[in-house]
């Protein structure tokens, strides 16, 4: 482990998250509360933290395509942001998930995405972190970047060679 991946894990404690969120916020709130309605703290819990949407992405012929180059910021163990707190300054087409990121079209959030999921009035899955109250579901089913076979968008030349096809995207 390097120095900014401990750095990562004792600033952030994925479980500590979600028991926070679980003791804090109202039960199931996703099921009956709008998402233009939610809190900043209902809202931040909702994220599943699969790290999908930090993939480099092209638009082909109206359609999104996902490749399997992360952004240079992520750390694929944790599916964290190194740079969370300044992300939007370092790097330009780095996106806030607000209502108009996730109503976009072409869809460029990876359908397993729980804001997604909610706006088109699905319910959020088993795994989600707040369903089974376990910050390992996401990688345990599979859903998270974690264990994939990526490569650092600084190693790639051209993007459409790294187009990948996965059924969670
Ligand atoms: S795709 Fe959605 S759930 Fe996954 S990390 Fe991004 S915002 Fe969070
Ligand atoms: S800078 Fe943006 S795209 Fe890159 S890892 Fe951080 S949140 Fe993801």
């Known amino acids: 482990m390097n120095e900014l991946d401990e750095e990562l894990q004792t600033q952030y404690n994925p479980q500590e998250r979600i028991d926070a969120a679980v003791r804090e916020l109202e039960p199931e709130f996703w099921r009956h509360k709008k998402l233009s309605d939610m809190s900043k703290e209902e809202w931040e819990a909702l994220c599943d933290g699969c790290g999908k949407c930090c993939l480099n992405k092209l638009e082909i012929k109206g359609k999104i395509r996902f490749t399997n180059a992360y952004c240079r910021f992520l750390d694929c163990k944790s599916c964290l942001c190194k740079i969370y707190p300044h992300r939007f300054e370092v790097v330009s087409d780095c996106r806030d ?13 990876p359908k397993t995405c729980a804001y997604w999921l909610l706006d088109n009035g699905y319910d959020l899955p088993d795994w989600h972190p707040l369903v089974s109250r376990k910050a390992s579901s996401v990688v345990k089913a599979g859903m ?26």
């Open 97 to 109: 998930i607000d209502l108009a990121a996730i109503r976009e079209q072409p869809r460029w959030l």
């Open 144 to 169: 998270s970047l974690v264990g994939r076979q990526l490569i650092n968008e600084t190693k790639v030349k051209d993007y459409e060679d790294y187009i990948v096809d996965w059924e969670d995207l």
